[in-house]
């Protein structure tokens, strides 16, 4: 004999809504980190100021505003903010090679 009550199976919609807060997640995660990295901070940790993170903010910002006038997707939107981390990535790497 069992004193608990029966526990319910889990459903496709929960795995449904789990995938997606996950997915929004990650994009979320990308829109906050895009400015900070094209602001000159490492992600390591170390080096980056205020003044940089503002700067990535203003030029992210403008061209989020641009793409949208333009009336592009904004999963479209994204792949050009994951671009842009690339790119900035990159770049720190090879002037950090160069040292």
Avoid: W
């Avoid at 009550?5 to 459903?11: E, F, L, T, V």
Wanted: charged share 15%.
């Amino acid at each position: 004999m069992r004193a608990s009550r029966p526990k319910a199976r889990p459903k496709v919609a929960d795995f449904c809504s789990a995938t997606l807060a996950g997915f929004y997640a990650a994009v979320d995660t990308l829109t906050s980190i895009t400015p900070v990295v094209v602001g000159g901070t490492i992600l390591a940790g170390g080096r980056g100021g205020v003044i940089g993170t503002l700067l990535g903010v203003y030029l992210i910002s403008l061209l989020n505003n641009v793409l949208n006038f333009m009336d592009i997707s904004s999963h479209y939107q994204q792949i050009v903010q994951g671009l842009i981390v690339i790119v900035a990535v990159s770049v720190y790497v090879e002037k950090k090679r160069k040292l």
